[in-house]
């Protein structure tokens, strides 16, 4: 068991809805963390008082309260949020450090699945299983882990390449490599692409016993699915995607709930951004190497390009710098 030391960091705003169900399923976990902090991010509805209780029957869970900013904010504010939390550790105590969100419902062996996967590929910097949700109006969204029978749900359809934004755990050396996350929209795309950058390798598992379900669908978070959507076309730009690159990328998105019309927006979202001129994420670096990546995921298949440029990467790993 040394070597297994996990701390989780979790944003939380209004989730009275999902938080004990998520609490629950991290109560359940045959690994617990060795410190879990939960930041209530200015919280209106049940949520601290949930936490509350919890907490005082939980010794490993800490409860951050950051005071109303008076809406809901996802991307940089997610980061913020959960940058209040991180701040108040001592990373070094800790092998793993994991953003979770507060609206998951979790299999018992989630954590030590993923811990022990990473220890027999020493080069996985950061890994995740993979979300389901439940359609729309669905009365009993109750579920049997391991998610050996998805029927009743519906697949977010999460490339292998990078862990999931609603369950980033990564190794702690690694996180600190990358410098950690963006604070802007698709910092859950950017930190992959970072890991591979440094020879690390992002990974997510769709195993039954990694599977796990996400209560509050993606793109579903702030608003509605447009809102959503176009959040995420938007956040591409920034990320410095290729135009060819996100046309392929919201096709694929119209075979998906909500379908045709969440592509669309995606489209809407990076093309009206180009159009403004707004700006992107700063490292001309990062572009370079992530438009030869997609480049090659057109030509050759996410699969055969993530592997061949793991390969190409392998000699720049080095766990030990600073």
């Known amino acids: 068991m040394s070597g297994r030391r996990y701390a989780l960091v979790t944003p939380a705003r209004d989730e009275a809805r999902y938080a004990r169900r998520t609490l629950d399923a991290v109560l359940r976990q045959t690994e617990p963390p060795a410190l879990w902090v939960v930041v209530d991010d200015g919280s209106k509805d049940e ?34 949020a959960f940058y209040a939390g991180y701040e108040t550790l001592r990373p070094e105590d800790f092998d793993y450090v994991c953003k979770l969100d507060l609206d998951l419902d979790l299999p018992k062996g989630y954590f030590a699945g993923l811990m022990d996967r990473m220890e027999a590929q020493p080069r996985i910097g950061t890994a995740s299983g993979k979300p389901y949700f439940f359609p729309p109006g669905t009365k009993d969204d109750s579920v049997q882990f391991p998610l050996t029978d998805t029927s009743r749900l519906v697949s977010e359809m999460t490339g292998d390449e990078n862990s999931v934004g609603m369950t980033k755990f990564y190794r702690t050396a690694c996180f600190r490599q990358i410098g950690g996350f963006v604070r802007e929209v698709m910092w859950d795309g950017i930190d992959g692409h970072r890991c591979r950058q440094l020879g690390w390798i992002a990974v997510s598992w769709g195993v ?79 572009r370079t190497f992530l438009r030869d990546y997609q480049r090659d995921c057109l030509l050759k298949g996410k699969r055969r390009a993530t592997a061949e440029l793991n390969a190409r990467q392998a000699p720049l790993w080095d766990p030990t710098r600073a």
Do not use: C
């Open 47 to 80: 949520t601290p008082a949930i936490l509350a209780d919890y907490a005082a029957r939980t010794p490993y869970l800490r409860v951050v309260r950051r005071p109303d900013r008076g809406d809901r904010k996802v991307g940089g504010g997610v980061i913020d």
């Open 208 to 286: 039954p016993e990694l599977r796990f379900v996400h209560l509050r669908a993606m793109g579903t978070s702030h608003k509605n699915w447009w809102t959503g959507r176009a959040r995420h076309g938007f956040g591409q730009y920034f990320m410095g995607t290729a135009p060819t690159y996100m046309l392929a990328s919201a096709f694929f998105r119209m075979t998906r709930p909500p379908l045709v019309v969440g592509g669309l927006a995606m489209a809407q979202g990076y093309f009206k951004s180009m159009l403004q001129g707004r700006p992107r994420y700063g490292d001309a670096a990062f």
